[in-house]
């Protein structure tokens, strides 16, 4: 029989290792930031001059470079590493003297963990954190899964664990639901996703876990396993996010886009 679906409202030291542990199939923290501030800020990100579009999809924009897109290019990644503190710097200028929420859970991460958290390296080179997506309506994230080591060049990773974060700033009147499968592609899923931006939900079939957060609602789950997003009707669709490495409880935390 299958485990019943657990979800937490809490983040802390105990959520984050139940979750990195698939104890529990979420966190999700209603309210993490104020409503009327992911308004203003959802506007700043939609209306900023540097939006990119993702190569493969054009619907979906987003400001900052996600090391997805270096694609094990060792110029996409230089550029990557000396943009990233610029990016971080612009985005969180967008909303100042506020915080952006990227900011205030790196700051929440460092306090409950046990070790703490910290940027993640790659190559001895800080990483960007903090990817703001914009998804037009009827535009999808087909499904997926993110682990650091297959964008690596040497396909390897210390990591243990890794976890994806998104606070949802705007979200379309009806669909956008984040959809978790609760499990891991195949190998062969795996080494797909080189080359193609998702997987056949034929395949897949439904998936076991449905959520679909209000705006200034904090999500985090667990990125390796396979997950996606359902078109949006009626509105775009907001985000902002990051991901955490786990590599042993007496560990820091890392986090990078
Ligand atoms: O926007 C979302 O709800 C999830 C995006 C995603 O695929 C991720 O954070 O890894
Ligand atoms: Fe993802």
Redesign the pocket.
């Known amino acids: 029989m299958l485990k019943a679906i657990e979800i937490s409202k809490e983040l802390n030291a105990d959520s984050l290792r139940k979750l990195i542990a698939k104890n529990i199939d979420a966190i999700h923290v209603p309210g993490f930031y104020p409503k009327d501030l992911s308004a203003t800020f959802a506007d700043c990100i939609a209306g900023h001059s540097e939006l990119e579009a993702y190569k493969v999809q054009n619907a979906l924009k987003r400001l900052g470079m996600g090391y997805v897109d270096v694609g094990k290019d060792a110029d996409n990644a230089n550029r990557y590493h000396s943009e990233a503190m610029r990016s971080i710097w612009g985005i969180r200028d967008m909303i100042y003297p506020n915080l952006t929420p990227l900011d205030h859970f790196r700051l929440l991460l460092e306090e409950v963990w046990p070790a703490g958290a910290t940027i993640q390296t790659i190559d001895g080179r800080k990483s960007f954190v903090g990817t703001c997506?914009v998804?037009d309506p009827g535009a999808k994230?087909l499904p997926?899964?993110?682990r650091l080591a297959r964008m690596l060049s040497n396909g390897t990773s210390d990591l243990t664990g890794q976890l994806?974060?998104?606070v949802?700033l705007d979200m379309p009147p009806e669909g956008?639901?984040?959809e978790l499968w609760l499990s891991e592609p195949t190998p062969e899923q795996d080494k797909e996703q080189e080359t193609r931006d998702g997987l056949d939900r034929e395949v897949l079939g439904e998936p076991r876990l449905v959520?679909r957060?209000e705006n200034g609602d904090l999500?985090l789950?667990n990125?390796q396993l396979i997950?996606?997003?359902t078109p949006g009707v009626g509105g775009r669709?907001v985000?902002m996010?990051?991901?955490v490495g786990y590599r042993g409880d007496d560990q820091p935390l890392t986090y990078w886009s």
């Open positions: 997506r998804i994230m997926h899964n993110d994806a974060v998104n949802y956008g639901e984040l959520i957060p999500v789950f990125s997950h996606g997003v669709r985000t996010s990051c991901f």
